[in-house]
């Protein structure tokens, strides 16, 4: 079969059929990424920059989260908040009240309903990734379009996305400790601090890690002091060496069409984007580029989640 497959490929005869069959193929591939019934509110301005926000499970954190962004926001992007195997009526008025679209998705399906909104916004050129447990800061968005665009200028990477530092992921609790002298405190309190991002590890699980980060025992100011202090510190960025966690990044229209889109597969599809961005990135040779000025909260993982959803309700003062 192989050997078939080459001969039509390189013989000169056949390989304009080839190519064709190729290219049904491959469009057939991304209208499965593609297709799936929802219901677009369009208020789009044909920005050339896009805020995709993955939201409706964690109604709790909205006001704080959306105050946030709706607070921060630069002018001239284009705000899409986009709902997997849900309609809200919640997030449709807040979306309504601030002038931002709205995308309800049939199927819960987190890689196709990511797909679908970048694909309505055909002008965007870079598009900001944000769920809806990422408690974003005033530097965010200044921090990442400046590295993106330094970086992919002067730097000696190739872009795969940027990102700004978080406390509760495998990389960012390690650079966050290392420039607060706090490495000794957490390894007495926890365990001995490593660039890991596993499910085993203390950040990943102990809810008491996670509350560590979120300012308990006032080891750690908030997340807007320390967002402050790092973007005064000297400019800097890293390229992560380990699996990231996508909660909140900056990338290019160019690096999703490259990649096929997102990858569309059973079920709820969740940490499929994730995956196949970060294995894409290091395949490709394209850095996940640490932007190490800004800082934002994310809330909590999946083990963590329900002690951490208690503490947030109790000390909402603290995100």
């Not at 704080?64 to 195997?85: H, M, Q, W, Y």
């Not at 560590?212 to 997340?223: A, E, N, R, V």
């Not at 967002?227 to 890293?238: N, R, V």
């Not at 850095?287 to 000025?293: D, K, L, Y």
Request: hydrophobic share 40%; aromatic share 14%; with cysteine.
């Amino acid at each position: 079969m192989h050997k078939v497959k080459l001969f039509f490929k390189n013989f000169f005869l056949t390989q304009k059929l080839y190519q064709f069959l190729k290219s049904v193929k491959n469009n057939r591939k991304k209208m499965k990424r593609l297709k799936g019934p929802y219901r677009f509110i369009n208020r789009k301005t044909d920005a050339e920059t896009l805020c995709v926000i993955l939201a409706g499970y964690k109604d709790f954190l909205w006001p704080k989260v959306f105050a946030r962004i709706k607070t921060f926001l630069p002018e001239n992007i284009d705000v899409c908040v986009a709902s997997s195997g849900l309609y809200s009526d919640q997030l449709d008025k807040l979306c309504e009240e601030n002038g931002w679209s709205y995308l309800s998705l049939q199927r819960n399906c987190v890689t196709l309903v990511q797909n679908i909104a970048i694909h309505l916004h055909e002008h965007a050129k870079m598009i900001y990734k944000i769920d809806e447990d990422i408690f974003i800061t005033r530097h965010f968005f200044e921090t990442l379009t400046k590295t993106y665009s330094d970086v992919s200028a002067n730097g000696k990477y190739e872009v795969g996305f940027v990102a700004p530092l978080i406390p509760i992921n495998g990389y960012g609790h390690v650079r966050i400790l290392e420039k607060l002298h706090l490495v000794d405190e957490y390894e007495k309190r926890f365990e001995k601090v490593k660039y890991a991002s596993r499910s085993d590890r203390k950040i990943e699980k102990d809810p008491e890690a996670a509350k560590f980060f979120w300012g308990k025992d006032q080891m750690l100011g908030s997340i807007d002091e320390m967002d402050e202090e790092f973007y005064k510190a000297p400019y800097e960025y890293h390229a992560c060496p380990i699996r990231f966690s996508i909660g909140a990044i900056l990338f290019s229209r160019e690096l999703w069409e490259n990649m096929g889109m997102f990858i569309v597969d059973k079920g709820p599809c969740m940490g499929l984007d994730e995956e196949q961005i970060d294995s894409y990135c290091v395949m490709q040779s394209k850095s996940m580029i640490i932007a190490e000025n800004t800082v934002v909260g994310h809330l909590s993982f999946g083990q963590q989640n329900k002690e951490i959803k208690n503490y947030f309700l109790q000390h909402s003062e603290l995100f």
